[in-house]
């Protein structure tokens, strides 16, 4: 662009601020004069509403005038009629009078003879607000009943007293109300409207034949409905832009609107723009004329300064003539100087390229210059050629991304890929790390970048190796002490599996614990780090128990390439479902040679895991083997640190309980027995001294049998003898026994025994004594006037046993409790008794060897207390029935039998009860050993669920005696298939009674002469 234009330019600039500020000034006039419109329009608008609410006023004061007429009270419609017709008369633009009743029914009209038929008002909307509300109602505009010119309703109510009697209105013109705009002479230009509430126009100043009875425009209807006074914009219904005004009647709720056509408005404006734009154009013609004669001037001076610019660009002497303008001429004296600095800058110049070309060439690193545009090689140095195997000819042919490792991302620019990629590759393919130095300079108009390259790979390689070891040995020195601390052995091996699976560079690591139970030994997943920590889900819980056996895979076994190796080389498999090509499996073996479990790591890569790898595993699996030894020695001492205490603690409770209840009952034997030495006790008090000593003997008697019978079910000889016995006879007699205790207590015992009940298979002592205990049990705890119920009843297949009582109740948190041996639930007021807690343990041992079960009912203390014996319900007669008639009878015959099962072994013992056999049954082969001793069976019946079962030692432990009657006495097995050895038979389970009895038959035949009993035996 030439000078001069830049001087029109400058000239324009100058006159656009003072055009903007003329443009506001005409702005401002222009809000103002809108203002101003406003402000009349709506006081104008104000005042027409205020016109309209007289007028409506002035109506409804008529009308409430007329109903206070005589002719109303007298019901007298003709005078009323007469009355009404003269006040339309006197009231300009109304039509007529009516009068209606609550109901809507009109009873006159002025617009009708009287009696002529007369619609109902009963749906109009301003005749049913008024009934609402009881007060003056002007109606939206509507069409007449007769001529349908367009009118208005006003009605009043007409009260006497506090009642509504009827409705008094006055048809009035809409016209009448069109006659307020030329009340208030409007100019002609302006149109003035009433909207009633619907919107609707009523009154028009303007064209009233053409609107009345037609609805707003929109835009109108819209502002009216929202707000009750305003201004708008719209476009009037002529099609004619407007601005307008509207303020809302108080009286009839309708809108009072005046709209002025746009062009009026905005005429004053347009004519102060046009001023303002005429002068501006004028001012600028002449300014533009003035900096075109002075820009020439300047013009010549620059055009002279362009020209020794060119010399000066040639390398040439400048001589500039003599300027009339100051600054041009100081630019030339100016340019003279900078060709004499040249001439100078250039031999500098030529002097620098030669130190620079030498200083290129000879730097020992590889060094290059590339184009920032083309980023093509503009030159490279011998270092560079060595370096990178290309000769100058293929470098100045490359671009310098050509020697990247790596090419750049996808919408990655080309600086930023060489910023980015710290790796260069040679010609050979080889790759280097290299950090570089540049320089961005510029090179005959082009910029370019010269790049100094120092080849750092064995510098990072080294960095690498020692990064790597300082955080081995950081990450083995915190494991380390992580080990030494940790006493949770699941932790302890999460930390292992962790940092041995970072150290070996395993993708995944695994612990396998091994675990001994019942089952045998296995592989259980402990820990998984790495890759396959996510899917495999949490680790198995359980101890970690050691085999003390040496098993497959104690030795390291490492796999370079599982794809080359046989599939038994994967000792255990990793969780992971990425396919493991390395393999590496180091065990963990405690200080005495026990096998705790194995660290397992694997990658899907193959030849991943060295030697060093290997060492570091082995090192990891030795310090958890004793971080593993350390806690599960730690664990078992606070074990059986706990065990003791509640073992001590239990021992002094037991003893301290067990001293009160022996010295309880001593202390009254030893009170009568004192009175009754002395011989001064009367006959009743002696029998009833008799009676306390008996009674309390008898119960010392019984904790001592029954401590007895603790100590032999811990010791597991405790046995049943069978037979057909009537429980209700054992439940009375177990009553009997401890009524008097009762008595003495003051409670009193019922019985609810269903009648009629058979005999069942039972111990009836041990029957006897579950019973005793129960009611024992719930006397001691029932307060003197409480009571105690014992029911017997046949449920099914059961028999349940009752006993209910009103005593101090059992605590919710002590309920699961009340049956475990030696528990005793909390002394204290609603309980003042605690009790050795034996008893309801042998009740629930008894019952359980009976194939029953037992349970406790308490709503809480203070609410007594219902334990519930069942017992499975096995009827002699019935089975009786189910016997084979073939079968042989095993009347008088011995019969042990042995099954862990309680349920199975009552059921079992029943069976052969059933046909005549004395049954001993125990669940565990010493005990059943120690029964043959004292009363030798003459057959056993025992099962057998694996080679190593309960059964299988009782037969291999009798056979292996010397010769005599224990050494032969026939065994049958309850096993599926061949009878194992030493048995003498088999039958498979579920047995079926007639089945079992006939196998013992058949066995007891075959050792005994045909015809022959079985040789009787001492009982």
Known sequence: MRLRSHLFLLVVAALVPVLAFSAGVVGLFARQERVLVERHLTETARALALA??????????????????????????????????????????????????????????????????????????????????????????RLGPAAREPVVTVAVPVRRGDRLVAVLGA?????RLGQLFAQQQLPPEWTGAILDRQQVIVARSRHPERFVGQRATAGLAARAAAADEGVYWDRAVEGEPTFGAFSRSRVTGWAVVLAVPAAVVTAAVERSFWSMAGGGLAVGLLALALAFLFGRRVERGIAALAHAARTLGRGEAVRIAPQPVREVREVAEALTAAAEARR???????????????????????????DLGTFRFLAVNEAAVRHYGYTREEFLAMRVLDVLAEPPAPGESAEAALARVGRHRRKDGTTIEVETTSTELELGGRRARLVQVLDVTERRAFEARLRDQAATLELLN?????????????????????????????????????????????????AVSGAGRASAGPPAPGPIAPTAAPVRGESVVRVDDLAEAPPEAMVLPLPTADPIRSYLAVPVVSRSGELLGRLVFGHPAPRVFTERAERIAIGLAAQTAIALDNARLFERAERARAEAEAANRSKDEFLATLSHELRTPLNAVL????????????????????????????????????????????????????????PAAVVRTAVDAVRPAADARHVTLETALEPGLAPMVVDPNRLQQIVWNLLANAIKFTPPGGRVEVGLRRAGAWLELTVRDTGCGIRRDVLPFVFERFHQGEAGAARPEAGLGIGLALVRFLTELHGGSVSAESAGEGQGATFTVRLPYRSGAARALARPPDGPPLQGVRVLVLDQDPADLSELAAALCDHGADVRIATRAAEALAMV????????????????????????????????????????????????????GSVAKPVAPGVLVEAVGRLLAARTPAGAPPEPRAR
Do not use: C
Not at 344 to 363: D, G, K, P, Q
Not at 685 to 690: E, H, K, M, N, P
Not at 691 to 712: F, G, T, Y
């Open 933 to 984: 001793a004292s009363w030798p069976p003459d057959a056993i019946v025992a099962e057998v669920d694996g080679p190593d079962s309960e059964g299988v030692r009782l037969v291999r432990a009798l056979r292996s005696r010397p010769a005599g009657d224990s050494a032969r006495v026939p065994a049958v097995a309850l096993a599926d298939g061949a009878p194992p050895p030493g048995f003498d």
């Open 478 to 526: 915190e494991t380390g002490r992580l080990l030494s601390a940790e006493l949770d052995p699941r932790k302890v091996i999460q930390a292992v599996t962790d940092a041995a699976t970072t150290l070996t560079g395993a993708r995944v690591g695994a612990f396998f614990a091994r675990v001994v139970d019942a089952t045998g030994a296995r592989d259980v997943l402990g």
């Open 171 to 175: 048809t009035i013109e809409a016209a």
């Open 344 to 370: 100078a800058a250039e031999a500098a110049l030529r002097e620098s390229e030669v130190r620079y070309r030498l200083l290129f060439e000879n730097t020992p690193n590889p060094v290059w210059l590339f």
């Open 52 to 141: 309209v609410d007289r007028e409506a006023d002035v109506a409804i004061a008529t009308l409430q005038a007329l109903a206070l007429a005589e002719a109303l009270d007298a019901d007298d419609l003709a005078a009323f009629h007469r009355l009404a017709t003269r006040v339309v008369a006197a009231q300009p633009g109304w039509r007529s009078i009516f009068l209606a009743a609550p109901t809507g029914k009109q009873r006159l009209t002025t617009a009708q003879p009287l009696g002529a038929p007369l619609p109902s008002l009963a749906d109009q909307p301003y005749f049913r607000a008024l009934l609402a509300t009881e007060r003056p109602q002007v109606s939206d505009l």
């Open 671 to 726: 009170g009568w027995v004192r009175m009754l030495r002395d011989g001064r006790l009367d006959p009743a008090t002696a029998a009833r001294g008799l009676e306390v000593i008996e009674r309390n003997a008898q119960a010392q008697a019984r904790l001592i049998e029954d401590l007895l019978d603790v100590s032999r079910v811990v010791a597991g000889k405790l046995t049943l003898s069978l037979r057909p016995t009537d």
